[in-house]
């Protein structure tokens, strides 16, 4: 089975931090690329962050400088660290698993974890 689990999230406040993580199961976690998306109500989910399996590393223009995305293949975890958020950062924010096979693109996705931020 391959599982994603999402934890981390919260309330806080603008201007503040909180690190969201993701632990995967049921992949060849080193093989995967690794990424972060967010969806706000009303909204198309998007492309937060993302950190190839070759630790290729690409950020949205709105949250560069104030995320960090990073991998610990050990561990088969990806974090993702919010810096200065915003409310506009508020969303309920989704760990994907990407790996192209022969081709083939498989992707999996956590269930998500809510991230609120006030004003």
């Known amino acids: 089975q391959v599982q994603l689990v999402e934890s981390g999230g919260g309330l806080v406040q603008a201007g503040g931090s909180l690190r969201l993580s993701c632990a995967a199961s049921?992949?060849?976690?080193?093989?995967?690329?690794m990424g972060w998306y967010r969806q706000a109500p009303g909204k198309q989910r998007q492309l937060v962050a993302l950190?190839?399996?070759?630790?290729?590393?690409t950020y949205a223009d709105s949250v560069k400088g104030r995320f960090t995305i990073s991998r610990d293949n050990a561990k088969n975890t990806v974090d993702l660290q919010m810096n200065s958020l915003k409310p506009e950062d508020t969303a309920v924010y989704y760990c994907?698993?990407?790996?192209?096979?022969?081709?083939?693109?498989?992707?999996?996705w956590g269930q998500g974890t809510q991230v609120t931020v006030s004003s």
């Open positions: 994907n698993s990407q790996r192209v096979v022969a081709g083939i693109p498989r992707n999996y």
């Open positions: 049921g992949i060849i976690f080193s093989l995967n690329d």
């Open positions: 950190i190839t399996s070759g630790v290729y590393i």
